[in-house]
């Protein structure tokens, strides 16, 4: 079966920067889009950025110019560089991929997460 494992989490000073990770392990034909999601406290999980297989990206207002979105293809690995890290950033952050099946089927996975903690 296809999992999704992500790496990188921590607690960081505000201002600080992390890089997570996010690599799809497993049989499959291929992976389409990739996305990073988080969800703090008492919040709904939210779309932080997405990354499709030509390399288009698009991100959340609230992360635009401090997150970058990247992929290796051929690692199928995912991954967010967050730099000037505010607490508002504080949430566990979800790896997420459309993954396509030697039969064609395409189904939509997600990683266990992991916890990104920004604090002085």
């Known amino acids: 079966q296809v999992q999704l494992v992500e790496s990188g989490g921590g607690l960081v000073l505000p201002g600080g920067s992390l890089r997570l990770s996010c690599a799809a392990s497993g049989s499959f034909f291929s992976i389409s889009a990739m996305r990073w999601y988080r969800q703090a406290p008492g919040k709904e999980r939210e779309l932080v950025a997405y990354?499709?297989?030509?390399?288009?990206?698009n991100y959340a207002d609230s992360v635009k110019g401090r997150f970058t979105i990247s992929r290796d293809n051929i690692k199928n690995t995912v991954y967010l560089q967050m730099n000037e890290l505010k607490p508002e950033d504080t949430a566990v952050y979800y790896c997420n991929a459309d993954v396509r099946a030697y039969t064609s089927l395409v189904t939509d996975y997600w990683g266990q997460g992991t916890q990104v903690t920004v604090s002085s």
């Open positions: 990354i499709a297989t030509s390399l288009t990206t």
